[in-house]
């Protein structure tokens, strides 16, 4: 048997070997002893992954695809969680122990794959795989660049992020209608930063809410005081700000005593 795409799923099943092994080697499988595959469909990533020295789970949605993978990989079968990465709690299988986290990633939810990542930072010291081109991109992208965002400030605080190399759409049943891109994100050695967390988050989204305004007019909700918002850094826009000029900005924010 062979499992049907289903479009609602976003599903577009890789069917190239030798990008499928090359996926597998993004990982270094050194630090941790699970890997989790996210929307591994028929298995062709699966296959590269169980032959490493960690222990391999795989998280699917489609209980068409589950069926396959329970016949065709005998040895993966208790280690299939039929469940929604975005609503499961994964600690229910991994207790709290570090893994690394790696799928070709449905395009529709891969955004949300990324937010739901940076929330378990702590356990998920590498975190590699494939996404539409553009978004790969974006999570890559340094400060001046029109794509850089949200998704790029908030994963490069915690992870060095590098976009490894384009698939093109005719390696897929069926071809998407744009290329992917392969990227990985390792996590710095010093995850911690010198503000608040949810604070950071906040910045950051509230700044590139309105990317085309200096900041001193993006963050006018924060209720800054103006001695603070006389700083030079208030003068520019969010997509001018390195990621540790947005950690310094919120340690300001932090910082400010009306």
Same mark, same amino acid.
């Given at each position: 048997?062979?499992?049907?795409?289903?479009?609602?799923?976003?599903?577009?099943?890789?069917?190239?070997?030798?990008?499928?092994?090359?996926?597998?080697?993004?990982?270094?499988?050194?630090?941790?002893?699970?890997?989790?595959?996210?929307?591994?469909?028929?298995?062709?990533?699966?296959?590269?992954?169980?032959?490493?020295?960690?222990?391999?789970?795989?998280?699917?949605?489609?209980?068409?695809?589950?069926?396959?993978?329970?016949?065709?990989?005998?040895?993966?079968?208790?280690?299939?969680?039929?469940?929604?990465?975005?609503?499961?709690?994964?600690?229910?299988?991994?207790?709290?122990?570090?893994?690394?986290?790696?799928?070709?990633?449905?395009?529709?939810?891969?955004?949300?794959?990324?937010?739901?990542?940076?929330?378990?930072?702590?356990?998920?010291?590498?975190?590699?795989?494939?996404?539409?081109?553009?978004?790969?991109?974006?999570?890559?992208?340094?400060?001046?660049?029109?794509?850089?965002?949200?998704?790029?400030?908030?994963?490069?605080?915690?992870?060095?992020?590098?976009?490894?190399?384009?698939?093109?759409?005719?390696?897929?049943?069926?071809?998407?209608?744009?290329?992917?891109?392969?990227?990985?994100?390792?996590?710095?050695?010093?995850?911690? @930063?010198?503000?608040?967390?949810?604070?950071?988050?906040?910045?950051?989204? =509230?700044? #590139?809410? &309105? %990317?085309?305004?200096? +900041?001193?007019?993006? @963050?006018?909700?924060?209720?800054?005081?103006?001695?603070?918002?006389?700083? =030079?850094? #208030?003068? &520019? %826009?969010?997509?001018? +700000?390195?990621?540790?000029?947005?950690?310094?900005?919120?340690?300001?924010?932090?910082?400010?005593?009306?």
């Amino acid at each position: 048997m062979t499992v049907k795409a289903k479009k609602h799923l976003g599903q577009h099943f890789l069917k190239d070997e030798s990008i499928a092994e090359r996926i597998a080697e993004t990982l270094s499988f050194k630090g941790y002893k699970h890997v989790l595959e996210i929307g591994p469909g028929m298995g062709v990533l699966t296959k590269y992954l169980l032959k490493k020295d960690t222990t391999t789970h795989v998280i699917e949605i489609d209980s068409e695809s589950v069926e396959y993978l329970k016949n065709n990989y005998l040895n993966l079968a208790d280690r299939i969680i039929e469940k929604d990465f975005l609503k499961y709690d994964i600690n229910d299988v991994f207790k709290g122990e570090p893994f690394a986290l790696i799928g070709n990633y449905p395009y529709n939810i891969s955004s949300q794959i990324v937010f739901k990542t940076l929330e378990l930072r702590d356990q998920i010291p590498e975190f590699s795989g494939m996404f539409q081109k553009e978004v790969a991109l974006r999570i890559c992208s340094k400060e001046g660049s029109k794509v850089y965002g949200i998704l790029s400030v908030l994963t490069q605080a915690y992870y060095d992020a590098e976009y490894l190399f384009t698939v093109p759409p005719t390696v897929f049943n069926p071809p998407p209608k744009v290329d992917s891109g392969v990227l990985r994100l390792t996590r710095k050695q010093d995850k911690t @930063l010198p503000c608040d967390d949810k604070l950071f988050f906040r910045v950051v989204k =509230t700044a #590139f809410q &309105q %990317r085309r305004k200096t +900041l001193r007019n993006s @963050l006018k909700t924060m209720n800054l005081s103006d001695n603070l918002k006389a700083n =030079t850094i #208030f003068g &520019q %826009r969010p997509e001018q +700000l390195s990621v540790p000029q947005f950690i310094e900005l919120a340690t300001l924010i932090e910082n400010d005593v009306h």
